[in-house]
């Protein structure tokens, strides 16, 4: 249920989400974090071709990358873990 309220904040473009928030949302759509480099956190998902990148920058998220995280769930009908 908090995946879901996370995903709603961020189709609300909120500016406000926490870095934790947005990898607790990004492993709830079934994506697992394949390696670290630098402050790029790469995540990758066994039906999606495409990487997604994600910075902590001061504990925030960064938006545009947020962006591109909701346009890959959009492009690939992605679904949370928890829906059926």
């Known amino acids: 249920m908090r995946e879901r309220r996370l995903l709603e904040k961020a189709l609300a473009g909120s500016k406000n989400i926490r870095f934790s928030e947005m990898v607790a949302l990004i492993e709830a759509f079934g994506f697992r974090l394949a390696r670290v480099s ?4 790469v995540f990758v998902h066994p039906q999606v071709q495409e990487l997604v990148n994600l910075q902590d920058v001061d504990g925030k998220a960064k938006l ?6 909701l346009r890959l769930v959009e492009r690939y009908d992605l679904e949370l873990g928890d829906e059926p």
């Open 38 to 41: 630098g402050s790029h956190h």
């Open 64 to 69: 545009y990358q947020i962006h591109q995280f």
